[in-house]
């Protein structure tokens, strides 16, 4: 008979001390630091030390989980490796698309900064069409006709991706078992949405003018949220939702700093941005636009989301390019002559502003967050604060006459200011 008590286990849980507790014979109660307690059972088989997870406390109590042990104890006796097996039992569960998918995607979860990205593309791109076929009824035809699909949208960076994800999601089928060949292995980047170009667009000082002139001209369809997040995109040239999805709780206005944290972060390092004159007087603006809500930019529609959506500015400028999806007429081109560009190409511009007013390469680098390469990376710890703050400054007096050109009239229509 082991140690614990009915009500020892619970005092233990109660007491929620991380922790491995043996009720011997190998039988452990595991209290995570987060996450639902569970019962574990140790054991050793062939000269290796094994752990097999029987159930979370609250679906097993102490006398199943003994019994459960003493299961598994036979087994091992009888030369069964209770691990092993339940392998198999799992693999078998594997028969559709859908549920390789699940059993892959437990695996990306752990290793991916951004597991969500497999997973919108597999539920929008190719759940749809083979995600409740049986695995060894999927034909490369199959394959073929979800790429081209994707492709003949206009969308060939996400083709691309979409290919890249169903020979991983088919390789793990091999990697199982499951399958003997990948019905996605034999196409290429040809195939779905060609070779990627890298972007280069960069916007010049004087088309930072007629831009923000536009923007003002089209105050209907282009908000002033919408104004000022392009405004600190060029300034700060941090990424988009990096500042979309931004939470007053990260900003200093009077410390004049930005405190982004690595979970925010795409890089995974936090950094602290300093914040120029320019771009703490639209902050103080956003401010009060944002009539109390934690977010810097607040969703104005009824949303799931709390705070500006991924596609709200890319939409809003392509829709003064003419371009809205889904619309037939399509809108007016008010852009003119200018050259088609993404939120993205305003970081990209910020990074061309830093080199134009003289700042070393390596502390634009840091101004962008990106991580800085070779021994450099590795043993140069130092920040460049002070460096970046005056950086960062000549790059807002660059951009504000752009920007805060007729500014006292937009807020005059924003209501955020009174004449006397």
Known sequence: MGKFT????????????????????????MIPKKGAP???????????????????????????AREQAVEAQRAIRSGVDPVEERKREEQITIHTVRELFDDWYHDLEKRLKHPRIPKRIFEKEIAPSIGHQTLENVTPMDVRAIIRKVAGSGRPAIANDTLMYLKQLFNHAIKLGLLTYNPAAAFSVNDAGGIEKSRDRALSLDEIRQIFQIFRDNRESFTRDNYLACALLLVLGVRKTELTEAQWSEIDLKGKRWNLSGERSKTGTGIVIPLPAQAIAWLEELKIRACGSPYVFPSRRSSKRPHMGKDTLNRAIAKLFGKEPGKKPQPENRMGDIAE??????????????AASGVPGHVAERCLNHKLKGIEGVYDRYDYFDERKEALEKVAELVEPAVNKSAHSGLLEAGLVHIP
């Open 341 to 354: 560009f993404t939120v993205h190409d305003l970081r990209r511009t910020c990074r061309s502003l830093l």
């Open 6 to 29: 009915a009500k020892k286990v619970q005092s233990l849980i109660k007491d929620g001390a991380p922790g491995r507790y043996s009720d011997g014979s190998g039988l452990y109660l």
């Open 38 to 64: 569970y019962w574990m059972h140790r054991y050793t088989l062939a000269g290796k030390r094994r752990e097999l997870t029987l159930d979370k406390c609250e679906n097993l109590s102490l006398a199943e």
